[in-house]
Structure formats: C-alpha cells, structure tokens
C-alpha cells in the first residue's frame, strides 16, 4: 500500500509538471558577459542580476510574456611586457577597469506552453551603463634631441555614460517542478545606434526561476 501510494504521488507530479503554466516568474541569473567598444573587448567576466516575469494571457497568447531584468558586470584586467627600443628597455604596464550595469525589458515567446521544457526567443529595449578606464605606462613616447633618450608619455582614456538600444536572444526554461525552473539563456545587446561610442554586449547566462 505504500509502494503503491508512493507511485501515485510521483505519477502525480509528472503529471502537473508536464502541464506546466503559470503567471508571474521571479528568476536570478549569472554567467559570463563581455563587453565591446564597435571591434574593441573592454572587458570579459561574471556577470549576474535578476527579473520579473508575468505571462497574462489565456489561450494560444499564453506563450507571449514579459519581463524586466537587471544586471551587474564588473571586470578589471591589468597587463605586463618588456620590450627594447633603440637599446633601451621598457616595462609596458597596461591597466583596464570596467564596471558596467544592464536595465531591460523584453517580450518573450515560447515555442512550447504547459510542457516541462519551454525554449523560447526574445527581443526588447534596454539601456546600458558603463564606466570604463585605460592607463597604459610606457606605450607612447618622445624621442630626446640629442640624447636619444625615451621620455615616456602619459596615456590615458576614460568614459563615463550610457545609451539605449535593442537586446534580442534566446534560451531555455526547463521546470524542476511546478513552482521551480532551471534557465539558460544567451543575448545579444546592441547599442550601436547614434553617434559616439558603440557599445554591445554578449551575454550567456544560467540561473533559477520561481514561478507563481
């Protein structure tokens, strides 16, 4: 009688897993994001943030939702080599920080609904914060008259704001059980558009949801 109730139970569950809906989803997220400047990496590392989701329709436009997510990218990368120039040998330091921030929204459509396994793509606007500095010692210098000697020059970059543009990818929600799902995702954010800096991101992440 055990047996067969234990059996029941986990029949049972299948059974609502495999019928899979909901309305509103709470999900984290991390994984790894690089940052560009147009062909240009500024920075590569963990990345992790978090949303809300809500699938409000009935129907077949149950497998449309929508979702607000943020995400945090920090990464700093610091860079030695010794070279020799007219006899003279010069220690190049090169110092990269980054510290970057991801506001989106974005409408989903899932390829399948109410089953354990939903793939699904997305699109939407998201804005794209940046802080971003370049110091390289010893990479530019004067040449002495006279002398000959290397007078090294200062180098130096630095950019601070933001621009707004289209994120579109995709990925795949797989539910642990009724209320919990395994998610992964990858995501392209372009935001290349106007003029000045062109920033774009790549992002794959891998996270948990909870759904309600």
């Given at each position: 009688?055990?047996?067969?109730g234990?059996?029941?139970?986990?029949?049972?569950?299948?059974?609502?897993?495999k019928?899979?809906?909901?309305?509103?989803?709470v999900?984290?997220l991390f994984?790894?994001g690089r940052?560009?400047?147009?062909?240009n990496l500024w920075?590569?590392?963990?990345?992790?943030?978090?949303?809300?989701g809500?699938?409000?329709?009935?129907?077949?436009?149950k497998r449309?939702?929508?979702?607000?997510?943020?995400?945090?990218?920090?990464?700093?990368?610091?860079?030695?080599?010794?070279?020799?120039f007219?006899?003279?040998?010069?220690?190049?330091?090169?110092?990269r920080?980054l510290?970057?921030?991801?506001?989106?929204?974005s409408?989903?459509?899932?390829?399948?609904?109410?089953?354990?396994?939903?793939?699904f793509?997305?699109?939407g606007i998201?804005?794209?914060n940046?802080?971003?500095?370049?110091?390289?010692?010893n990479?530019?210098?004067?040449?002495?008259?006279?002398?000959?000697?290397?007078?090294?020059?200062?180098?130096?970059?630095?950019?601070?704001?933001?621009k707004?543009?289209?994120?579109?990818?995709?990925?795949?929600?797989?539910?642990?059980?009724r209320h919990?799902?395994?998610?992964?995702?990858?995501?392209?954010?372009?935001?290349?558009?106007g003029s000045?800096?062109?920033?774009?991101a790549?992002?794959f992440?891998?996270?948990l949801?909870?759904?309600?």
């Open positions: 009688m055990t047996a067969f234990l059996t029941a139970q986990v029949q049972a569950q299948e059974s609502r897993v019928d899979w809906s909901y309305r509103a989803e999900f984290g994984g790894n940052l560009y400047n147009g062909d920075g590569s590392g963990l990345e992790y943030g978090g949303g809300i809500v699938r409000p329709f009935s129907g077949w436009m449309i939702g929508f979702e607000f997510e943020g995400a945090h990218f920090k990464s700093s990368r610091t860079t030695r080599s010794i070279s020799v007219q006899n003279q040998t010069m220690d190049v330091s090169t110092f920080n510290d970057s921030r991801l506001l989106q929204g409408v989903l459509y899932h390829f399948r609904s109410g089953t354990r396994m939903q793939p793509g997305s699109i998201g804005r794209l940046a802080n971003y500095s370049f110091e390289c010692v990479c530019i210098f004067d040449v002495q008259p006279g002398t000959g000697a290397l007078i090294p020059r200062e180098s130096k970059s630095e950019y601070r704001g933001g707004t543009g289209i994120t579109f990818g995709g990925g795949l929600k797989f539910a642990i059980n919990l799902s395994v998610r992964s995702q990858a995501q392209w954010v372009g935001m290349s558009a000045g800096i062109n920033l774009d790549l992002r992440q891998l996270g949801g909870v759904h309600f």
